[in-house]
């Protein structure tokens, strides 16, 4: 049975206050070289981060850029507030569901995340409202682990992900580059420099 949205929030509410800490090694190794390379793939003014998390982007968001900031997690939310303001950080900051966005359509220049699309109860029902938010010509940058092209190793990752998800809410089977490709955008491509289980990938509306 897969996890709805208030189940998944309601994981990430209770994990909030420990959650860079239980990712701080990964963070540390893997991770915050991938933030890098995502946040410089931004592309124009107006930019939207979906699922900001405890703010684990904010070091690499770009000076001159105007940035909203979503998650659907108020205890998530609250730990990104006290750090925008331990950093003094400039970000609009909103509660929100990716799959339901409040924003016009047309809005944004980029859309951006990182690691969301494993949380998201109906990702191309997410992915749909990212295409109807970003400006016509515009982009979303996608950072996320994927289900491995070995057969072998896939095996062990669809075994395990009921676990992962009653643990966290994450899924560490999706498949979110043909997803993507089945949301109606006019480009969907992976970076070059991606593995076999953590996609950068740049999508055109």
């Not at 915050?32 to 931004?42: A, I, T, Y």
């Not at 982009?139 to 994927?146: F, N, S, T, W």
């Not at 992976?190 to 509306?205: A, M, N, P, Q, Y």
Request: glycine share 6%; net charge positive.
């Amino acid at each position: 049975m897969k996890a709805d949205s208030a189940t998944i929030k309601k994981r990430y509410n209770r994990i909030a206050p420990y959650f860079e800490g239980i990712e701080a090694v990964m963070e540390g190794l893997f991770f915050r070289n991938w933030r890098k390379k995502l946040w410089e793939k931004v592309d124009g003014h107006h930019v939207l981060e979906v699922g900001v998390g405890t703010g684990k982007n904010f070091d690499y968001y770009p000076p001159q850029a105007r940035i909203t900031a979503i998650d659907f997690s108020e205890q998530m939310l609250e730990q990104a507030k006290r750090k925008k303001e331990r950093k003094n950080i400039a970000v609009d900051l909103d509660l929100m569901d990716v799959q339901s966005l409040a924003y016009a359509s047309n809005s944004f220049d980029t859309v951006i995340a990182s690691f969301v699309f494993c949380s998201v109860p109906l990702p191309s029902k997410g992915l749909k409202e990212l295409y109807r938010v970003c400006k016509p010509g515009g982009q979303i940058v996608l950072l996320e682990h994927v289900i491995s092209a070995n057969p072998l190793i896939a095996s062990v990752m669809n075994f395990i992900n009921p676990l992962v998800v009653g643990l966290v809410g994450a899924n560490i089977n999706r498949n979110t580059v043909k997803t993507a490709r089945s949301c109606g955008f006019s480009s969907v491509r992976v970076d070059e420099r991606s593995s076999d289980i953590i996609k950068l990938i740049e999508i055109r509306k």
